[in-house]
């Protein structure tokens, strides 16, 4: 099963809620899911196995995603001011281990200080600090991001406008494979990890790119996507997130 592709029972599965308790809470929005895809060559080498890249119809992709994370906290607290508000962008592929379908991050840069040196600390995930503004003129976002103080700098800059509401994605349909994601994996030395995460489905709606550049992708040792972007506006979605475990 391990390096078998997840059926649709398994991509189902995993978007049941863990019983035991989260143990932090935050909520994702004004999120724009760009798609593109990637050689798995240029993938593999990058990512530990034994995760197995996951793909559709036997094509890999790649995903940029800029959004913003509010109220983001320990169960036990309440949302802090100046901390628990910031804008992320992330670079990630998809994997899965066991039947069991997730994320793969090459980078994660967000404007807050606390949220970079907590999630590598305790998630072991590849953060960055970056420059990010967000700007909404009505359905229309300017979000502009550069990382800071890095031998690897990147920089991303989009205007995009949100679109019309969309039905779920249905299982089985590639939307699905690139947005249904309720799990995470990491690595730490030899060790390997997995995060749960829980939400309802993504509302979707339709996305109008209307300026982009980025060498987010770049900086992080991958070639650059070819073609226009696969285009998905998501959100507002409340998320729980649980321990992160060995496997």
């Not at 628990?84 to 069991?100: A, C, K, M, Q, W």
């Not at 003129?137 to 679109?163: C, D, H, L, M, V």
């Not at 969309?166 to 060790?191: I, N």
């Amino acid at each position: 099963m391990r390096g078998q592709s997840p059926d649709i029972a398994n991509r189902l599965s995993i978007r049941k809620r863990p019983a035991d308790s989260p143990i932090m809470y935050q909520s994702w929005g004004k999120l724009l899911f760009m798609h593109w895809q990637m050689p798995i060559k240029a993938l593999r080498r990058l990512i530990p196995k034994p995760l197995v890249i996951d793909t559709f119809e036997g094509k890999a992709w790649i995903g940029l995603t800029p959004f913003t994370v509010w109220n983001a906290r320990p169960i036990f607290m309440p949302p802090l001011p100046c901390v628990s508000d910031f804008h992320e962008i992330n670079v990630r592929t998809y994997v899965h281990l066991d039947g069991v379908p997730g994320v793969w991050f090459f980078s994660l840069d967000a404007n807050s200080l606390v949220a970079v040196l907590a999630a590598r600390a305790f998630f072991r995930l590849p953060y960055y600090r970056a420059r990010i503004s967000l700007e909404q003129q009505g359905r229309t976002i300017i979000y502009t991001a550069a990382r800071k103080g890095t031998a690897s700098p990147a920089e991303f800059n989009a205007t995009w406008t949100i679109g019309a509401d969309l039905p779920r994605a249905e299982p089985g349909s590639l939307e699905f494979f690139l947005t249904e994601r309720y799990c995470l994996y990491t690595s730490d030395g030899d060790k390997l990890y997995r995060c749960r995460i829980h939400h309802k489905p993504w509302p979707l709606q339709e996305a109008n790119l209307r300026k982009y550049k980025s060498s987010m992708i770049e900086a992080d040792g991958l070639p650059t996507p070819g073609g226009e972007p696969l285009l998905r506006c998501g959100g507002p979605v409340n998320v729980e997130v649980w321990p992160f475990e060995e496997v």
